[in-house]
């Protein structure tokens, strides 16, 4: 079983910035392993915000492109999500995802995330 442990969400002013840690309990060094940050608003789907490949590949949503950066320390076995220029509309539960495969995927508990405008 794959335990994530989100962290490092909080309320900020619109413009700022805040960087989100997520550690698993297992290696995320696998060629097999997408890692990824989803989040979701009250009332609305959850959406994919950013990805990272076993090949280092990104992906981002395109509301997020050029403020956000996913990157990971496999020393650690963390993802981070780096935030900047937030807006308003990113005010949301942001879930951290592992995805082995496409067949065994596990979520973390999430972290709220707050931008006042």
């Known amino acids: 079983q794959v335990q994530l442990v989100e962290s490092g969400g909080g309320l900020v002013q619109a413009g700022g910035s805040l960087r989100l840690s997520c550690a698993a309990s297992v290696s995320i060094f696998s060629i097999n392993v997408i890692m990824g940050w989803y989040r979701q608003a009250p009332g609305k789907q959850r959406e994919l915000v950013a990805e990272?490949?076993?090949?280092?590949?990104?992906n981002y949503a395109d509301s997020v492109k050029g403020r956000f950066t996913i990157s990971r320390d496999y020393a650690k076995n963390t993802v981070y999500l780096q935030m900047s220029n937030l807006r308003a509309e990113d005010t949301a539960v942001y879930y951290c995802n592992y995805n082995y495969q496409s067949w065994h995927e596990y979520w973390g508990q999430g972290t709220q995330v707050t931008v006042s405008s």
């Open positions: 990272i490949t076993g090949r280092g590949r990104t």
